[in-house]
């Protein structure tokens, strides 16, 4: 489970930190000629693309077209002036994305061309196999596809999370502590505390409880500046992830 909650120096973001996440570049940069702009919009896209699956899917469309229609949705929003109506309604990136999404599947036009088969180079690769694996399971709570979209993303968020703090602990070459820590990410030590886990690893039960603390806290602060990277502003940060928070655990 993820704590809204910001704990210790490393969750905490200063200004000048916060003006280098993605989504605050995109903004301050949508009517500059910065180069930073297109590849902080692109990042983004890659980590989220798959909520955008999801909708268009659940707006009726087959795996391909919603492939294709995915992808084309990708191409005008990179291009440069996709990004006034970003600057112009600031707020969550999610929110922007849906919108220009809904905006995209009513033009006939563009729904037509996405439709034509080899007609472009894509994006980014899209892996359809496990997308339609999440979507079958989305699709089985019958919530609407605002809903669905809204719990992808922040299910991404997470897994995004996960990644980088594994691929840490890997550089680290730490993996065989992050692997017999990770359960601890989302549940208690238990009646047995860490006993067991103690031994596995070497180590004395104090030493692993004090290294599942850390490892919350590192992956908290992770979550919260991916968070970050979605937001205009900092005011925000708190609000998106409690909104993230209930996502997750309603």
């Not at 719990?151 to 594994?166: G, I, K, Y």
């Not at 004090?210 to 968070?227: F, G, M, N, T, W």
Request: proline letters at 4%; one cysteine or more; charged letters at 20%.
């Amino acid at each position: 489970m993820v704590s809204s909650d910001s704990t210790g120096d490393s969750a905490v973001r200063t200004a000048s930190q916060f003006a280098t996440t993605h989504w605050s570049v995109v903004l301050e940069a949508a009517d500059s000629a910065s180069p930073n702009v297109h590849e902080a919009l692109e990042a983004l896209c890659r980590t989220y693309w798959y909520p955008l699956y999801a909708f268009v899917r659940l707006k009726g469309y087959s795996p391909e077209d919603a492939k294709d229609l995915t992808q084309a949705f990708f191409e005008r929003v990179l291009q440069k002036h996709a990004l006034q109506s970003a600057a112009a309604e600031k707020g969550r990136f999610r929110s922007f994305l849906l919108t220009a999404l809904q905006y995209f599947l009513c033009d006939q036009y563009d729904r037509s061309t996405a439709a034509k088969r080899g007609g472009g180079v894509p994006v980014f690769s899209l892996d359809i196999p496990e997308a339609e694996a999440l979507l079958s399971q989305a699709a089985a709570s019958h919530q609407s596809p605002e809903s669905i979209y809204d719990r992808a993303w922040a299910e991404a968020v997470v897994q995004n999370s996960m990644e980088q703090l594994q691929a840490r602990y890997a550089t680290e070459a730490r993996a065989d502590l992050f692997r017999e820590l990770r359960p601890y990410l989302s549940r208690p030590a238990g009646e047995q505390g860490y006993s067991a886990t103690a031994q596995q690893l070497g180590l004395s039960p104090n030493a692993v409880a004090a290294s599942v603390r850390r490892l919350r806290q590192e992956y908290r602060a992770i979550v919260r500046a991916e968070v970050a990277n979605t937001v205009a502003t900092p005011a925000e940060i708190d609000d998106e992830m409690r909104y993230l928070v209930n996502l997750l655990t309603s």
